[in-house]
């Protein structure tokens, strides 16, 4: 259901060259971040998809206070890969709270190509 919300405004909001990739890649953020969510938290989950200039921002909110951390999963490990992910995906990713809430954890998947010299 995630991974659906998210294509959807993508696909009105995103085109030219990139879009297959940026929309992949804005998928796979979604997909990680409520993963995450639903795994370490016990309350209501909450996506949000944002235009920006040049990214996308997806962040996803959930009642728990404990932050997220990046792990060094060992290659045989079925989890603990998710914050890496988004870290390669995403030009830059975070923790924000959110008042009486929890938290909402975001990256921002770029939308446009970058360009070499």
Do not use: Q
């Not at 879009?19 to 796979?28: K, N, R, S």
């Not at 909450?46 to 932050?67: F, N, Q, Y």
């Not at 995906?89 to 923790?95: R, Y």
């Amino acid at each position: 259901m995630a991974r659906r919300f998210v294509a959807v405004h993508l696909h009105e909001w995103v085109d030219g060259v990139s879009a297959e990739d940026t929309i992949d890649d804005a998928l796979l953020v979604a997909s990680e971040l409520v993963g995450n969510a639903v795994r370490h938290c016990t309350g209501r989950i909450g996506l949000c998809v944002e235009r920006l200039a040049e990214e996308v921002e997806i962040s996803v909110s959930d009642d728990s206070t404990k932050l997220p951390a990046a792990t060094d999963a060992v290659p045989t490990s079925e989890s603990g890969r998710g914050l890496t992910i988004v870290g390669a995906l995403c030009s830059a990713w975070g923790v924000r709270p959110v008042a009486g809430h929890g938290k909402a954890v975001w990256g921002r998947v770029p939308t446009v190509v970058a360009r070499s010299a």
